[in-house]
């Protein structure tokens, strides 16, 4: 009885560990930049991985630094975003990203699907980065 308790205790904690969204395997895309160091890009990943482990059941693959055209492209996307507590973004920074939805779906989620969606960031002059918006590119 013992052991089949023990069984039952250990398929429900592997359950409730691969409900949550996975992302320490997905790789992290740096791509070229001249406008922010390693250290900017990994910050503001860490804002979006904040976002993603909501996502339950979701399985994170990659993010990608969109690169500094992108990002200047839209600095005034991310401001025409911006909450009443930001007076202004400098920064912009974008990631493309891969992920599988969960396996068995639900609420909007395709069962087991893969999604390639953008991450938009601002960052005010000395702070640090805010996910302004996200979703299919």
Known sequence: MKRI??????AISLFMLTACAKTSDYTLDYGESQMYSNDDIESAAKAVLNEFHSFDGCVLYSLEYAGDEKCIDELSYVNSLKDDNVEEFV????????????????????????YTWDWYLGREQDGEWVLVTYGYA
């Open 5 to 10: 308790i023990a069984i039952v205790l250990i």
């Open 91 to 114: 920064d912009c920074l974008v990631f493309y990203s891969e992920f599988r939805s969960p396996v068995k779906g639900g609420g909007a989620w395709t069962p087991n699907d893969i």
